[in-house]
């Protein structure tokens, strides 16, 4: 069964840094890219950023572009997302998914609250 863990969230002042993580589990983890999404309390889900399987790709939305960085270990089958300059906007649960087998696997989400 694929699963996927997020953490490392929590309560942050603004211009502050959080590290997130995300395990997992259940599939071939070296063969997939793996991403991270936020969700805003009544709103849907917002891409935030992706990594290719082997780490050397990695893509970001415009509004994190510059503050956050994605990064990967293959051999402990994490991958992390490093937060710096966090704004009131970038709260929300943070989740991480992958596509496995055409179906989208999400992990349950880590709660991430900015403070102005």
């Known amino acids: 069964e694929v699963q996927l863990q997020a953490s490392g969230g929590g309560l942050v002042q603004a211009g502050g840094s959080l590290r997130l993580s995300c395990t997992a589990s259940?599939?071939?983890?070296?063969?997939?890219?793996i991403g991270w999404f936020r969700q805003a309390p009544g709103q849907a889900h917002e891409w935030i950023s992706c990594?290719?399987?082997?780490?050397?790709?990695?893509l970001y939305a415009n509004s994190v572009k510059g503050r956050f960085t994605i990064s990967r270990d293959n051999r402990r089958r994490l991958v992390y997302l490093q937060m710096n300059s966090l704004r009131p906007e970038d709260a929300g649960v943070y989740f991480c998914?992958?596509?496995?087998?055409?179906?989208?696997?999400w992990g349950q989400g880590t709660l991430v609250t900015v403070s102005s």
């Open positions: 998914k992958v596509e496995w087998r055409g179906l989208d696997w």
């Open positions: 259940g599939f071939s983890f070296l063969g997939y890219n």
């Open positions: 990594i290719s399987s082997s780490g050397n790709g990695t």
